[in-house]
């Protein structure tokens, strides 16, 4: 009796897979002749794979003794190793591009030959339309005094000034042409922004027409020969569309070879942030007294940005005079 599993089968003379169950008789002095047939098509995803089987030869009629030979089959197709198999590109500032890269290897004996292209139902959602700034309403501040020994010291009206009104009407005329234009490109990576109404916005997502995917990402090299063995980088750069989201498929098809599916995500948007206080008024103080009033600024948006506050020229060690602190410090996204 010989049992055998797939992919390996059991042949007889005429090469022909003996059935399941049927044993094979040999008279004393004879010679049987069968063959080992391997199965390649065995499995059909076009990826290297190799079996080891056991065939086994049992005596009939109660003989304990079994024969045990070791088969193994190998298959190669031309195959990649992909690392890492997704790109997350996170949250860029719109207007600037990023750059990442993963490595493909030939790890089969074939060379290899590859091409890129993304998935047809990938796209780039245009989404997270920023708003109207809204209206906030001052708050009294929470006022904390230390007693100095200085001259009587005069109070100031401190508000923001009514020129920065302009910008925010800028930043609304800005929104209303984003719908349709794109935001030309912004050449620092951390750019520092001087606190005014620009900063009061609020944001919502809205679901608009999509970009093609070529249009905010490309891959280089888009195609290429390996050998076996061989190594490359292969770059994916990310263009900051305004208010885009999107997570596409990109393929590696190879030659002759199975599809390779690499998974990339990224978003885009501008700087965005808010403040607890538009005035601060510390009304009439002591003589002898420091007023002392906080203002928190809120990051509202997805990526990190450095902001400037710009004092008064005036002379800080005059008695009267707001000293501000800190003037400058980098935003985390939190």
Known sequence: MLDLEQPFLVCDEDQQPLPDGQPVTVDVGETCHLYIAFDPAYELDFKSWEKEKVLKIGMVRGHLYVERITLRGEVHFPNLQIQPSTLDFGCIMAGTEEVRSLEITNCSPLPVEYRWSFHSDSQVNKLRYELYPPKFKPQPPKEKRTCLDCPASRWRHFKIKKEEAVTALKEVQDFTQSLGAEVPPQTPE??????????????????????????????????????????????????????????????????????????????????????????????SQMFNEIGHSTVTLENTCRIEFNWVLNPSTADQHLPGVFLVKPTAVSSTND
């Open 190 to 283: 951390n750019p520092q922004l001087a606190l005014g109404l620009e900063g009061f916005r609020s944001s919502v997502d809205v679901p608009h027409t999509p970009l093609e995917t070529e249009k905010a990402f490309s891959i280089v090299p888009v195609s290429g020969v390996l050998q076996p063995g061989e190594s490359q980088q292969v770059s994916f750069t990310f263009f900051g569309h305004l208010n885009t989201i999107t997570s596409v498929r990109a393929l590696c098809h190879v030659e002759g070879g199975p599809t390779y599916e690499v998974v990339v995500t990224g978003e885009a948007s501008r700087v965005s942030y808010s403040l607890s206080l538009r005035e601060i008024n510390c009304g």
